[in-house]
């Protein structure tokens, strides 16, 4: 069975600033997809970036990108250019690349901006 | 655009009574649809999936269960409520078209039982 883990239960980065949360997973997989939710206070989970196991390009949406290393099974999510909105609770998933199954969480990261 | 509704918003229930959780989603036809549940602290564990009307595959044994009596609705059941089954429980469809493998999240049910 693949596992998630996020190392970080808390973070702490100033408005503007950057900061880079860390996730590893296990798979014995080579087909799969990676992704990054961010659960702000609503609870409303919101995907935030996707990562084909596939490709080698790192994947960017305006200012969150990811780090993902595949030798490595590590997939870390940068914010750049902090904003107050981005306060959350952060979640990394894995999905395996066939059939109907749901995605792996892990336990979270909880995102905190100093204004 | 595909939309995703749970109901309700927010459930009190007393240990021992039968629960039901609704799902529904707009826009889209024969989704895949899951059921997650997120306890205090913690990330989500899978709890159920559909492929289909009456299709349900179970991934943790528990108190709860769970039908699709139509294409785009997805419902969880339990007959008695246990302290343990509170907790947010989330509905999510599987996406379709450029993204096929991604899921898209349900507001949420928060349920406490008391």
């Known amino acids: 069975a693949q596992t998630v883990t996020q190392s970080q239960p808390e973070m702490s980065v100033q408005e503007a600033e950057t900061v880079t949360l860390s996730c590893t997973y296990d798979t014995s997989e080579s087909d799969y997809y990676l992704f990054w939710y961010k659960q702000p206070p609503s609870r409303q989970m919101i995907l935030v970036i996707r990562?084909?196991?596939?490709?080698?390009q790192n994947a960017t949406e305006n200012r969150f990108s990811v780090n993902f290393q595949k030798a490595a099974k590590s997939f870390s999510l940068k914010i750049s250019d902090s904003q107050l909105g981005d306060a959350a609770m952060y979640f990394c998933a894995y999905r395996s690349g066939g059939g109907a199954d749901g995605l792996t969480f892990g336990k979270g990261t909880h995102l905190i901006i100093q204004p | 655009s595909q939309t995703i509704h749970q109901w309700p918003a927010t459930l009190v229930q007393p240990v021992g009574s039968p629960l039901s959780l609704e799902c529904t989603v707009e826009?889209?036809?024969?989704?895949?649809l899951y059921w997650y549940r997120q306890a205090a602290g913690r990330g989500l564990q899978l709890l159920f999936y559909?492929?289909?009307?009456?299709?349900i595959s179970s991934e943790v044994p528990q108190n709860l269960s769970a039908s699709r009596p139509q294409d785009r609705q997805f419902i969880l059941s339990s007959k008695k409520l246990l302290l343990s089954d509170s907790g947010f429980y989330l509905c999510?469809?599987?996406?379709?078209?450029?993204?096929?493998?991604?899921?898209?999240f349900g507001p949420g049910t928060r349920l406490t039982v008391t």
């Open positions: 999510a469809w599987r996406g379709t078209g450029k993204f096929p493998y991604e899921q898209y």
């Open positions: 559909s492929v289909g009307i009456g299709q």
């Open positions: 826009g889209t036809s024969n989704p895949n």
């Open positions: 990562q084909e196991a596939y490709k080698q």
